[in-house]
Structures are given as structure tokens and as C-alpha cells.
């Protein structure tokens, strides 16, 4: 009884906290969140959040037994979010971004939402990286009252549950993957009565697989809809296949264990070359490539290089928040690149052609991208570029971030 009444007090100074930082930080793109208590996450009210504030809370990876499988480098983040309803409001698959200066430099990494829409909380894992920098610290130093800044959540990767659905998902993800295909597989379940879900989850062993326990949960509760098939390439499991995700394994769930299943969607979350194969066999299949949706978690492929000579300068004009900023840059840069040294706050994440946190859309003028996996042909079209991988070809260009 006494812990309760601690935890609710804790909680109240958490709604007026973050009610002062809402206020302050009202004009900024990206929100200050104060991290206040490991166990905010009970005080979570259901069915209605419209009487939160938002309350940000961090526990560790031990204080969630149920979502960890041993990796002692993960933790999560939870966030009830209420008055921030608006700009915290996720779709499944979505990602928010954590801005930390860390040694003088400003580090920012994008996090997949693992929680389901329903449950009414933002929860993201951190698993420590070897020479990661912020996983690193997240997992070590990281503590309750810490200050993070955090991104309302954004991403293209997404899964939109609707009650009517009578639909069958496949998803191939490996390692951590799994984050925003977790959040689609649990909001599915819970909304979708009459869809099915079928999961293929690849590791080096089950003691890596990140969220394994809840999923394992997840597929008893919900065994007439939800399938899950376990691949690990350090480990002979009785219980699961061995080696990488590639194109023997999709014969033998689409082929061969769900032979008689007409698949609607597929989600495939995690390395650049388990993207390609799977995605190549499902074209080969007769998929349609509409209905195949990816998110890279690591680039390991190399990219050619644009083509184009990218020399001499560019007159380039930026819309950003409302304002209008030209400069001449150098075309061997980035835009994105060019736009941050003139000390506008654009944004961006990854920096490497894989979240689209830095889309924009060209007005006037042409650029190239050395990389895009994300755009679509009609998009690109369409004046859509990442600005972290695109260079402008003309002598003026005209760049629009308020446009997407
Ligand atoms: S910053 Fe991630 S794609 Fe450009």
C-alpha cells in the first residue's frame, strides 16, 4: 500500500514536470522529456489517456523479465502520452529518435516503438552495441532523472490495424528487427480478430534473440493466429531451423508450412542482404511488391555512387519551419549536410540512407541520391529525396522539409 502511494505521487510530480517542459519547448521540432520513474509503467491508466501528461519513465532490461531473453544491454523507455496525445501518437512500425550530447557531440539514434498502439505507452529496447557510443551509455550510465530528447515518433514503415481486417501478415525479422515488427504483431493481435501473423525471427541463438519470452507469450495466448518460426545461425535448436533468413527458408513457410495461405502484406525488418533475398523470392513468388514493406536496420551492401559529376556550387534555397534560407554549397556535399553547417536545425537521424527522418521535397531545380532504398520510384518523381544522400546537379535548387 505504501509503494502505491509513492508511485502516485511520483507520478503527479511527473505530469506537472513535463507540463512546464511542454511549455517551454513548445516551438522545438524535437521534445524534452524528463525520465523520472522505473516504475511509472503501473500507474499507466487504459482506455484513456486523455488525463496524462507526458510521464516518461526507464527501466532495465531486469526489471522486465517477461520482455528480455538475457541480453543484459536492453532497457526500456515508457512514455504515457497525453497531452502530447498529439505529437506522440505512433503508428506500428513507427520510430522516434533520442538526441544526446554525449563528450561534446551531439549523437542522435533512431529507436523502433516496440509497444502495441493499445497499450498506451512508447517503449523502445536498447541493446548495447559493441563501441556503440549511445547504446552504450543507455545501457550503463543512463539513469531516472536523466535528461533525453526525443522526437515524436515518424517512419514509413507501418502497419495500420483496423478492426475489420481479415488479413495475413508474414514478416521476416533478424536481430533487432524485431523492434517495430513486435509493435505490429501485438497491435494485430489485439485488434484484428480475424487476421493471422506469421513470424520468421532470425538470431545467432536464442539467448540474442531480443524479446523472445513476450513473443513466445504472445504465440500461446494467441496460437490460432499467431505463428512463429525461430532460425539461428550459432545454435541447433530442436524447436527451431538453423542458418540465416534467405530464400530456402520463405520456401519452406510460404510453400510449405502455410502452402494453403494467401498472404496479404509482408514486413521485413533488419539486415540490408536478408532484405534483398527475401524480398527478391517474394517478387519471384508472384508478390506483389506493393504489398512488400521494408525497413533496413544496417547497410552492409555497397552502393554505387551516383554517377553524376557532382562539381562546383549550387545556389540552394531551404523551407524549413516556415522560414526561407539560401546559400551557395558545395555539390560534393549532402544537402543535409550543407543545410546542418549553416546551423539549421533540419532533421535526421541515421545519416546513412536508411530511417527517411531527413526527407524533404524538391521544388525547383534536381539533385541525385547515392543511396535510396526507401523512395519509391512515383515518389522520387514526385520531388521526394533524403537529404542525408542527396546532392544537387543544378545551379539552383529549391528544397522543401515543411512539404512532407
Ligand atoms: S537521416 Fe536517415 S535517411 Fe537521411
Known amino acids: 500500500m505504501k509503494t502505491i502511494s509513492i508511485l502516485v505521487i511520483l507520478a503527479l510530480f511527473a505530469i506537472t514536470t513535463n507540463a512546464q517542459e511542454e511549455k517551454s519547448y513548445k516551438t522545438e521540432k524535437v521534445w ?16 484513456n489517456y486523455s488525463t496524462f501528461s507526458a510521464a516518461f519513465g526507464i527501466g532495465y532490461g531486469g526489471g522486465y523479465p517477461d520482455l528480455t531473453s538475457g541480453a543484459n544491454g536492453i532497457i526500456y523507455i515508457i ?17 522516434i529518435t533520442i538526441k544526446k550530447e554525449l563528450d561534446g557531440l ?66 521476416f525479422a533478424a536481430g533487432s528487427g524485431i523492434t517495430p515488427v ?12 480475424k487476421s493471422n ?33 525461430y532460425t539461428y545461425t550459432k545454435a541447433n535448436e530442436e524447436d527451431a531451423l538453423f542458418g540465416r533468413i534467405d530464400k530456402s527458408t520463405v520456401n519452406y513457410v510460404v ?11 509482408f514486413f521485413l525488418c533488419g ?50 519551419d516556415d522560414e526561407e534560407i539560401s546559400f551557395s554549397m558545395d555539390r560534393e556535399k549532402s544537402i543535409l549536410e550543407a543545410t546542418l553547417a549553416k546551423g539549421l536545425d533540419a532533421p535526421y537521424s541515421c545519416q546513412g540512407g536508411i530511417c527517411s527522418s531527413c526527407l524533404a521535397q524538391i521544388k525547383d531545380g534536381k539533385a541525385v541520391m547515392d543511396k535510396n532504398t526507401i523512395l519509391t520510384d512515383e515518389e522520387v518523381e514526385d520531388g521526394l529525396i533524403l537529404t542525408c544522400q542527396a546532392h544537387p546537379i543544378t545551379d539552383k535548387i529549391t528544397i522543401d522539409y515543411d512539404a512532407v
Open 271 to 320: 539486415p540490408e542482404e536478408m532484405i534483398n533475398i527475401v524480398k527478391a523470392d517474394l517478387l519471384d513468388k508472384g508478390f506483389s511488391k506493393e504489398n512488400i514493406h521494408l525497413e533496413l536496420f544496417s547497410s552492409t551492401v555497397d552502393v554505387p555512387k551516383n554517377e553524376e559529376k557532382l562539381e562546383g556550387e549550387t545556389l540552394v534555397t531551404i523551407l524549413l
Open 106 to 171: 551531439e549523437i542522435r539514434r533512431a529507436y523502433s516503438i516496440c509497444s502495441s498502439k493499445e497499450s498506451n505507452a512508447i517503449r523502445i529496447g536498447v541493446k548495447a552495441v559493441e563501441r556503440g557510443t549511445f547504446s552504450v551509455f543507455a545501457t550503463t550510465e543512463l539513469k531516472v532523472g536523466d535528461v533525453l530528447e526525443v522526437s515524436p515518433p515518424e517512419g514509413r514503415f507501418i502497419l495500420i490495424p483496423n478492426t475489420e481486417n481479415h488479413k495475413n501478415y508474414l514478416a
Open 32 to 47: 524534452r522529456v524528463n525520465f523520472l520513474n522505473p516504475a511509472l509503467e503501473l500507474e499507466l491508466p487504459t482506455g
Open 197 to 229: 501473423f506469421v513470424l520468421v525471427y532470425g538470431n545467432k541463438s536464442p539467448d540474442e534473440a531480443m524479446f523472445k519470452k513476450e513473443i513466445d507469450t504472445l504465440r500461446s495466448k494467441y496460437h490460432d493466429q499467431f505463428s512463429v518460426y
Open 255 to 265: 510453400k510449405n508450412k502455410h502452402k494453403e495461405v494467401q498472404f496479404d502484406d
Open 79 to 95: 512514455a504515457p502520452f497525453v497531452d502530447l496525445q498529439q505529437k506522440f501518437c505512433f503508428i506500428p512500425g513507427q520510430y
Open 182 to 193: 513486435l509493435s505490429m504483431i501485438k497491435s494485430v493481435l489485439e485488434s484484428e480478430s
